[in-house]
């Protein structure tokens, strides 16, 4: 029974304990131990350390109740995220292969979206034009609109996965010949892989005018991660290499890629991409570039959170900047490829961003003024 003496200030925070004796033989023995100035000191440590004691035993009781119904949701949880992470452990060769089942559907989904009657299918065990070689995971077969009554015609993009850290890009300027060994892939070469060298056998393998290839952010050799941030254009190919990432499920890299390598290769296709290579590695450059600012989006809203006033001017000011250069920069290179032209002030124009640029210089003037005004609020 509590002894009635015991009373607890609420205002000073504290309790009030009467004197009295204790017979508890632990209590006796730790006391016993002790020189009297000590008592006042042990008997406080004594009373926290008993405090402490009681609630641990209520907040282990909480724990125990909330674990029947919190644990079987964390187990299956648990098992979730072990069951990924394993997935991401595993060989390259089994890592590939699931990211191609992936790409698959992203691109037949991404092209219905779009109204494309674009074919996505695996074709790593399908034979190619070379004996023996079956480079090119993915195949995405294009239906080109016939004009009057010729047959329908298709292009292909070849898409090749490559998740391993042991794949440099191979420039080559920098590559070395004489590594690796002999092998027969259909022609002459060696079992050196290169992001290079994969995308020529690509083109080669599958018919493809212009073949991409496919790394993972986390699976990047020193090379790769050094030379590509999220897309490189090879011109010498030509193809694409882009970089995803399957852990965080963006694939918004391939998706732009593949778009801008589907037009290309219908030009190509149709015999109306008689153009010099310079000038659409800028164009294709500067698309990537500005279409890249959308991504920068997502990291904004979440450094600015707090500012509201700030993280607005730089959302607008972003998405008009990506929207605006990716719709002039996307207009200009099918306006070359179907023209074939293109003057040296049209080349100079183009480098500076006229007229586009001028809006954008507007509009971030208004932009700044909205802003104050809002600060000012």
């Not at 964390?74 to 060989?91: I, V, Y």
């Amino acid at each position: 029974m509590a002894r009635k003496s015991i009373s607890v200030t609420h205002e000073e925070k504290s309790v009030k304990f009467p004197e009295f004796s204790s017979d508890d033989p632990l209590v006796y023995e730790l006391f016993s131990k002790l020189s009297s100035d000590e008592y006042e000191n042990s008997f406080n440590a004594m009373l926290h350390i008993g405090a402490l004691a009681l609630m641990e035993d209520r907040i282990q009781h909480l724990i125990d109740s909330a674990e029947k119904e919190i644990y079987p949701q964390l187990e299956r949880f648990k098992l979730m995220f072990n069951r990924g992470k394993a997935e991401f452990a595993q060989t390259a060769q089994k890592k590939g292969e699931k990211a191609e089942v992936n790409i698959v559907d992203l691109l037949d989904e991404f092209a219905s979206s779009n109204g494309w009657t674009d074919t996505i299918e695996q074709s790593g065990k399908i034979k190619g034009n070379l004996d023996g070689n079956k480079v090119g995971d993915v195949l995405a077969t294009i239906e080109i609109t016939p004009s009057d009554d010729a047959p329908t015609e298709h292009t292909v993009i070849g898409i090749e996965v490559k998740f391993d850290k042991s794949v440099s890009l191979g420039d080559p300027e920098k590559m070395n010949v004489e590594t690796g060994d002999s092998k027969d892939k259909g022609f002459k070469a060696s079992t050196q892989k290169t992001a290079w060298s994969q995308l020529l056998e690509t083109k080669a393998n599958r018919d493809s005018p212009f073949s991409i290839m496919v790394f993972d952010a986390n699976l990047l050799s020193a090379d790769m991660r050094k030379n590509v941030e999220d897309v490189a254009y090879l011109p010498g190919i030509p193809g694409f290499v882009v970089v995803i990432d399957s852990q965080a499920g963006d694939y918004s890299n391939l998706k732009l890629v593949y778009k801008i390598a589907r037009d290309m290769a219908i030009y190509h296709s149709r015999g109306e991409l008689d153009v010099e290579g310079q000038v659409i590695e800028l164009i294709v450059k500067r698309l990537l570039h500005y279409l890249g600012d959308a991504k920068k989006i997502s990291n904004k809203i979440q450094k600015h959170t707090k500012d509201t006033v700030k993280m607005n001017t730089e959302i607008q000011n972003l998405l008009i900047h990506a929207v605006q250069h990716a719709e002039y920069s996307e207009a200009f290179l099918k306006r070359y490829l179907s023209t074939k032209k293109l003057t040296s002030v049209d080349f100079a124009e183009f480098y500076f961003a006229h007229p586009v640029a001028e809006k954008l210089r507007e509009s971030n003037k208004s932009e700044k003024e909205f802003a104050k005004e809002l600060m000012k609020d």
